[in-house]
C-alpha cells in the first residue's frame, strides 16, 4: 500500500494521515480543533502536536470555541505549568483570541465553514503532485486567506501555518497520486462538494 512518503512508519502519523488529512471538514468544532492545533505547532513538528493533541482536547473544552473564547489569566497560567502543552504564552493567548475570531466569523457568516470554504466556492483543489519535493509551502490562496484571518483577529496564522490548515481539512488535496488516499480523498471531495 503506497502512502505519502512523510507519514513514515509512526502509528501515529499512519492513523491521522490514513484516516483524518485532506478528509474535506464541514463540522464546527473539528474547524476549530484543526485551527487551534495549527496554530500550537508553528516552529514544531506535526508528529509533536499529534502527540499532545489529547492533553489539547482535555485543556481547551473539548475544542468547545464558546468556552475557550471565555478564557482568561488563570487558564493561561494553569497551562504554562502544564508540561502536557506547548508552554508558550503567546501561543496559548492567541488560541483564546482565535476562539474570539472563530466565534465572530460564525456570527458574520453564519459558520465558520461557510466563510473558510467560499475561498474555492465549496471545491476541493485536488492537486496531482508525484513527487513530495513538488508539494508548496504556501500559496496564494494561503496567502489570501491568511491576510483574511488576520485582519479578522486571528494570531499565529502567516501562510505556511494556514496553508497546512488548509492540507489538513481538505481544501486542498496534497496527498500524492501514488497514494492511496489520493483518489479516496478525491471521491470524498467529490461528495462533498455535491452535498
Partial sequence: MNRCPWCG???LYLRYHDEEWGVPVHNERTHFEFLLLETQQAGLSWRTILGKREAYRAAFAYFDPEKVARFSSPEIERFL???SLIRNRRKLEAAVANARAFL???E???SFDAWIWRFVEGRPILNT??????????????????NEMKKAGFAFVGSVTIYAHLQAIGIVNDHLVSCFRHEEIARLAASSAAG
Avoid at 503532485?129 to 491568511?146: F, V
Fill in 9 to 11: 512508519s509512526d502509528p
Fill in 81 to 83: 505549568a502544564d508540561p
Fill in 104 to 106: 465572530n466569523i460564525q
Fill in 108 to 110: 458574520r457568516y453564519g
Fill in 129 to 146: 503532485w508525484k513527487d513530495i519535493c513538488e508539494l508548496p509551502a504556501r500559496t496564494p490562496l494561503s496567502d489570501l486567506i491568511s
